[in-house]
């Protein structure tokens, strides 16, 4: 396909996010059924059009005067891409084209924004949620936002029963391979540009092999920030698809046994097949229709992890269609699904134990108001500053976190290079 293929292609998969509110990924994956003749090449392209225009949605559309899906993959193709004006009218006019460029159109898209729209809008996030960005961030807010709106990274997560760091470079050095951020353990692929595409590195041989698992920096660093050492009892009671479980399995080096457990089937059943493949043994998998077995564990874990439930948006670098598709609805059943999880697991954590409380989340009222409002019912919880655990576990300088509180940590895009990330580190008296 060409680019003027590839123009109109994407206006119609976003058109059908917008009037169907169908989920980035079933939109583009229903477009490649039916157009079985497009190249993965050109699906690539058309996603990075469809990702990028939900990323910058805010901005693009205040460049064009309006935010028709057309208005948005014309502004990503001459904003996010570089191209050049008369590229694009000769693309929009080719026969299989979106059509002309109008007059209206072209002024727009040589006219770019001058930097005095409303913080949300240079943030690139819904208005409905500026009072929480402000109140986390201040006047940090849109460059906040505007890093969550930019493309993300493939990071990687050793596994430490199988490999080394050196080894995954090495091996990824076909890649761009870095070092990543924060997390010792963390390689990094940098996030490609215009319509190139993030390699598919789980049909590498090393994923087969258990060599590593894809996870971003700072999920990578919340794990280990929970401090699991051989021999310790743990309980990942939010467990997913297992990364985190595997990532604290990997630092107890196969001693001691972590129980995951997730109440939604779909989510943990991945599960299986990471551990068969990462070649921990300490894992012990809670089915999710069996969470009575759960209760003979009461007042016994070392560490109870809780990655709970959210509104995810410090993952919108991966996900830009879900901060379009927040409602405060939504949001009000995540906060209150999160004080679910935390009565439940602050009821395993034995005396002395943690209980660890993480979100991908940026948002106050997820994070540190959760976490006091826990505390103020919880008398035998106490908070333990982050830096102090960084400095046992990391081993290296703590970072500033990101909304500036000294007890808990945020980490993100703008301020550490990671996605959103927050987690508390609460003691048992």
């Known amino acids: 396909m060409r680019l003027s293929g590839r123009l109109s292609a994407a206006i119609e998969v976003l058109d059908d996010i917008f009037s169907r509110h169908n989920s980035a990924a079933a939109a583009l994956h229903e477009w490649g059924r039916a157009h079985r003749f497009a190249g993965s090449g050109d699906r690539s392209a058309i996603g990075n059009l469809v990702y990028d225009a939900l990323r910058q949605k805010q901005q693009l ?87 969550l709106a930019q493309r993300a990274p493939v ?48 049909i590498e041989a090393a994923h087969g092999m258990g060599w590593f698992e894809v996870q971003d920096s700072a999920s990578q660093v919340v794990s280990l920030l929970a401090g699991t050492k051989p021999g310790d009892t743990v309980v990942d009671l939010c467990a997913g698809a297992g990364g985190k479980t595997l990532a604290m399995a990997a630092s107890m080096n196969n001693d001691g046994t972590v129980y995951a457990y997730d109440r939604d089937k779909r989510r943990l059943r991945p599960i299986f097949e990471r551990i068969a493949r990462s070649g921990a043994s300490n894992i012990e998998v809670v089915p999710a229709d069996q969470p009575e077995k759960l209760a003979a564990l009461k007042g016994t874990a070392d560490v109870v992890f809780l990655d709970a439930p959210c509104s995810g948006t410090g993952a919108w670098r991966r996900k830009p269609d879900a901060k379009w598709r927040l409602k405060e609805a939504t949001l009000a059943q995540r906060i209150k699904d999160q004080q679910d999880v935390l009565a439940t697991g602050s009821e ?31 008398k035998n919880f106490s908070l333990i500053p982050y830096s102090d655990v960084w400095k046992k576990t990391i081993g290296t300088q703590p970072p500033v976190s990101a909304d500036g509180k000294k007890s808990t940590l945020l980490l993100t895009p703008a301020s550490h290079d990671t996605d959103g990330f927050f987690i508390a580190i609460m003691e048992r008296g």
């Open 61 to 147: 559309a205040a460049q064009m005067g309006n935010e028709t899906s057309r208005a948005l993959v014309l502004a990503v193709a001459r904003t996010v891409w570089g191209l050049e004006v008369d590229e694009i009218a000769e693309a929009t006019a080719e026969k299989f084209g979106p059509g002309a460029l109008s007059d209206e159109e072209k002024a727009a898209l040589q006219t770019p924004l001058d930097g005095k729209q409303h913080y949300w809008i240079n943030g690139n996030f819904p208005q409905w949620l500026a009072p929480s960005f402000k109140a986390c961030f201040g006047d940090k807010a849109a460059d906040q936002g505007h890093a």
């Open 155 to 202: 990071d990687l997560r050793i596994n430490t029963l199988k490999t080394s760091r050196e080894e995954l470079l090495a091996e990824f050095a076909k890649h761009g391979a870095v070092e990543g951020p924060l997390s010792p353990h963390s390689v990094r692929i940098p996030a490609p540009h215009g319509q190139n595409r993030s390699p598919n590195v789980e």
């Open 348 to 378: 395993l954590v034995k005396p002395g134990g943690r209980l660890i409380y993480v979100t991908c989340s940026v948002l106050p009222q997820e994070n540190t108001e959760q976490v006091s409002a826990f505390l103020s019912q919880r």
